[in-house]
Nanobody
């Protein structure tokens, strides 16, 4: 059974930084894409960033380009999301997700999800 555990969320002032981590276990496939999504109160879950197994393919939502960086440590089955210059509109529950093979940006393309970690940005 796949298990994803996020950590690193918290409260920060606008302009600040946070680093999220997501550790995966129970994976049965050898190569996989890991992604980050977020869901603000009253809104649908939206794509943030994703990274292929090799690191060759990276995708970002336009709203976070230049501010967020996704990375991964395959030896640890862990993906990270470095978030800089945080804005109030980045406030949301952040989820990591995993899928086999290719990078995708739609939530429905990811079968396995973590429980989420809250990020709150104050002005």
């Amino acid at each position: 059974q796949v298990r994803l555990v996020e950590s690193g969320g918290g409260s920060v002032q606008a302009g600040g930084s946070l680093r999220l981590s997501c550790a995966a276990s129970g994976l049965t496939y050898s190569t996989y894409t890991m992604g980050w999504f977020r869901q603000a109160a009253g809104k649908e879950r939206e794509f943030v960033a994703a990274l292929s197994w090799s690191g060759a393919v990276t995708r970002y939502a336009d709203s976070v380009k230049g501010r967020f960086t996704i990375s991964r440590d395959n030896a640890k089955n862990t993906v990270y999301l470095e978030m800089n210059n945080l804005k109030f509109e980045d406030t949301a529950v952040y989820y990591c997700a995993v899928r086999k093979a290719l990078v995708k940006i739609l939530p429905d393309e990811y079968p396995d999800w973590g429980q989420g970690t809250q990020v709150t940005v104050s002005t």
